[in-house]
C-alpha cells in the first residue's frame, strides 16, 4: 500500500532522539510523519509490564533538565513538566562495603570524596576543573546548533566573540584522564583511579586511559544532576509523543523499516508490511550501522563510510525484579553503583549500577514493593553465537553472582523473593530493538575518536540527517535530545 501524501520529514525510530525531533519540526508547522518498529516509544528508554510492576528496558536515570541545559530546553520548548525529582546524593557509590554520597553541592561533593579516599584537600583542583569544563562544554554546545562545523557556513556561525573562551576546551580534547590524574599527583590514591574506571565506563564507555578530559569532565559531574522520572524513564518520553500528536504529527508504531530510496527528489520509505511513504527529508534516529542496511548507491557508501568499527563497542547485561518494601523511610538514593572489586562473571565491568524505586512511586511498583533494575557492560559478541543450553547457564551465572552482591549491599532485602526475575543480555536488546548486534551505550569517546570525529548529524544529501547515541553528540537522553535540537535548528534556519 502506497500513501500518496508527501511529508516534509520522516523520521526513523521513536527513541528520545527522533521523537524530540519529530515533536520540534511539528512545533514549527511542518508535516513530520515518525516510523517506529516496537509496539510503543522510547527505543532503549522503554519499558516492560509485569502484573502491575514497570520495568525500564535500559536508561533509568535524567540529567541536563535545568532551564539552561539540553532537556530542560526541550520541555520548555514543548511546553511539557514531566513529573521528576532531583536525588541528592544523586548516587551513592558503594566500594569496599563504605559508601560514596554523590551530593549535588560541589563543596559537599569535594569534602565527601577528600574524606573517603582520605586524600586531604588533592581533589579539589580536579573537581573544580571538571565542573568548569562542563559548565563550559554545556554553555556552548547548547548555543551553537554548527557544533561540529561540517562546512564553511558552519565556521561563519561559529565565528562569534561569546566562543572565544570555548577554544580552552580544545586541548581537553586530547588529553587522556590519566594524564590530568596524574598531572593533580592523585595517581597515588587507593581506589581513586578504579573509580573514576567504573564512573566513566557508564557515562563515557570508555576508562581513564581512553576516555578525552572534556567528554570525562562531562560524565564525572553527570550525577550532580540527576532527575528521577516516576514511573520510569518511558513517562517522559510519552510527554514529548502527546505533544507531537497534538500539533498534527503522525506515528506509526509497528512500523519497522525496511529501506530508504531517493526518487526524483523525494525519499520513499518503505515497511515491512510493503507500506510505503514519501517526504522531501529523512532523520535517522538509528544506530548507523543499521542504516547502511537501508540505503543504497551514492548514500550507502555515505553510511558505510562514516560507520566507526565495532571494536570497544558494549553490549549490556540487565537484571529486572520486584521485591517486597516494608521500610518506613526511603534509601537515600534511587541509584546505586557496587564496586565489585573483579570482573563480573561473563561481563566486562567490575561494578554494576542499580536503580531502586522511590516507595512513592506507585506506577512502577504496588504499594509495599520496590522494582530494582540492574545494568552493566559486557562484550555483545560474546553473547550471539551461543546453543541454547551455553546461554541459559552462562545467563545464571552471571544472576547468581549480582544477586549475591546485591544481598550484601541491601541486608534488608536480604532473603526475600525476587519477583519477576528477568535477565537481559545483548541478544536481548538485538531482538526487541533490532539494533545491529545488540550494541548499546553509544560510542566510546576516546582520544582517538573525539567528539569532533564523531559521525556527523548533517550529510552530503538534500534533508537528510542523524540522531541518535551513535551520532554527535553521543549517549544518553540528554546528548540525543541536543543532536535533534541541533537539527531542527539547521533546518528551520536552512
Not at 561569546?162 to 586530547?174: A, C, E, R, T, V
Not at 567504573?198 to 581513564?208: A, G, M, S
Not at 540527576?226 to 514511573?231: E, I, K, L, Q, R
Not at 561473563?346 to 512513592?360: A, E, P
Request: aromatic content about 12%.
Amino acid at each position: 500500500m502506497e500513501n500518496t501524501k508527501i511529508y516534509d520529514f520522516t523520521v526513523i525510530g521513536a527513541g528520545y532522539g527522533g521523537l524530540s525531533a519529530a515533536a520540534l519540526l511539528a512545533k514549527e508547522k511542518l508535516n513530520v510523519l515518525l516510523l517506529e518498529a516496537h509496539s510503543v516509544v522510547g527505543g532503549c528508554a522503554s519499558f516492560y509490564s509485569r502484573k502491575g510492576f514497570l520495568f525500564d528496558a535500559g536508561a533509568t536515570t535524567m540529567s541536563g533538565v535545568r532551564k539552561d541545559q539540553p532537556l530542560g530546553k526541550l520541555f520548555t520548548q514543548l511546553g511539557i513538566e514531566p513529573n521528576l525529582k532531583k536525588l541528592d546524593p544523586g548516587m551513592i557509590i558503594n566500594i569496599d562495603g563504605k559508601e560514596l554520597k554523590r551530593f549535588a553541592d560541589l563543596n559537599k561533593w569535594k569534602e565527601e570524596t577528600s574524606a573517603f579516599f582520605d586524600s586531604g584537600d588533592k581533589l579539589n583542583k580536579f573537581w573544580d576543573r571538571v565542573h568548569q569544563i562542563n559548565d563550559l562544554s554545556f554553555e556552548l554546545i547548547s548555543n551553537n546548533y554548527a557544533i561540529p562545523p561540517k562546512s564553511l557556513g558552519d565556521f561563519f556561525k561559529l565565528i562569534k566573540f561569546s566562543n572565544l573562551k570555548g577554544l580552552k576546551l580544545l586541548p581537553y580534547l586530547f588529553e587522556p584522564v590519566s594524564d590530568v590524574v596524574k598531572k593533580y599527583g592523585l595517581d597515588k590514591i587507593k581506589n581513586f583511579e578504579s573509580f573514576l574506571d567504573e564512573q566513566l565506563l557508564i557515562t563515557t564507555q570508555q576508562n581513564i586511559k581512553k576516555a578525552p578530559f572534556l567528554t570525562a569532565a562531562l560524565g564525572l559531574a553527570y550525577p550532580a544532576e540527576t532527575y528521577y522520572p516516576y514511573g520510569g524513564i518511558y513517562f517522559p518520553a510519552k510527554e514529548i509523543q502527546r505533544f507531537f500528536k497534538e500539533k498534527g504529527g503522525e506515528i506509526k508504531l509497528k512500523s519497522k523499516v525496511t529501506s530508504v530510496k531517493l526518487n526524483n527528489g523525494v525519499y520513499e520509505v518503505e515497511n515491512q508490511k510493503g507500506e510505503k511513504y514519501c517526504s522531501k527529508g529523512v532523520i535517522f534516529n538509528i544506530p548507523v550501522w543499521n542504516i547502511s542496511d537501508l540505503v543504497a548507491g551514492e548514500i550507502k557508501e555515505f553510511y558505510t563510510k562514516i560507520s566507526p568499527k565495532t571494536d570497544g563497542m558494549w553490549g549490556a547485561f540487565t537484571l529486572n525484579f520486584a521485591v517486597p518494601n516494608n521500610l518506613e523511610n526511603d534509601l537515600p538514593s534511587a541509584y546505586y553503583q557496587i564496586h565489585t572489586g573483579e570482573t563480573v562473571p561473563n561481563c566486562s565491568s567490575k561494578s554494576f549500577f542499580c536503580t531502586l524505586s522511590l516507595i512513592d512511586d506507585l506506577k512502577r511498583a504496588p504499594a509495599g514493593y520496590k522494582t530494582v533494575s540492574i545494568s552493566l557492560h559486557t562484550k555483545a559478541e560474546d553473547w550471539l553465537n551461543l546453543s541454547k543450553e551455553e546461554y541459559s547457564l552462562k545467563k545464571l551465572e552471571t544472576v547468581k553472582y549480582i544477586l549475591n552482591k546485591f544481598d550484601k549491599v541491601f541486608p534488608q532485602f536480604y532473603g526475600s523473593e525476587k519477583l519477576h526475575l528477568e535477565a537481559g543480555t545483548p541478544r536481548t536488546f538485538l531482538d526487541y530493538t533490532s539494533r545491529f548486534n545488540g550494541y548499546v551505550g553509544g560510542i566510546p569517546h576516546s582520544v582517538d575518536l573525539n567528539l569532533l570525529k564523531m559521525s556527523p548529524n548533517v550529510t552530503p544529501f538534500k534533508n537528510v540527517y542523524n540522531c541518535g547515541d551513535t551520532f554527535f553528540p553521543g549517549q544518553g537522553t540528554l546528548s540525543v535530545s541536543l543532536a535533534a535540537q541541533n537539527i531542527v535548528q539547521r533546518i528551520i534556519n536552512a
